[in-house]
Nanobody, 120 residues
Framework: QVQLVESGGGLVQTGGSLRLSCEASGRIDSINFMGWYRQAPGKQRELVARITSGGSTNYADFVKGRSTISRDNAKNTVYLQMNSLKVEDTAVYYC??????????????WGQGTQVTVSS
């Protein structure tokens, strides 16, 4: 079975930086896109950034210019470098990946989430 394990969350002051990592492990034949979502208390989960296997990226407007998503295909790992963090970036950040794990179809998998808290 596939697992996604996130790391890198924590407490940071306004204007600070964090780098999130997410490694996929288990029976993995192929990974299509990988990405990061976030969910703040009382709000819906929303896309932060996503990257395809070929390296094409897309970002939510609220992180454009402040964050960079990247991936290491050899390590099945995706990263999110977040700079100039704001209080409103406080949320649980979830890793998401579209993976083919021995089946003919790709499925979406989620990590357990990592808390990011930005203090003023």
């Amino acid at each position: 079975q596939v697992q996604l394990v996130e790391s890198g969350g924590g407490l940071v002051q306004t204007g600070g930086s964090l780098r999130l990592s997410c490694e996929a492990s288990g029976r993995i034949d192929s990974i299509n896109f990988m990405g990061w979502y976030r969910q703040a208390p009382g709000k819906q989960r929303e896309l932060v950034a996503r990257i395809t296997s070929g390296g094409s990226t897309n970002y939510a407007d609220f992180v454009k210019g402040r964050s960079t998503i990247s991936r290491d295909n050899a390590k099945n790992t995706v990263y999110l470098q977040m700079n100039s963090l704001k209080v409103e970036d406080t949320a649980v950040y979830y890793c998401n990946a579209n993976i083919r794990d021995g089946d003919i179809y790709y499925q979406n998998f989620w990590g357990q989430g990592t808390q990011v808290t930005v203090s003023s």
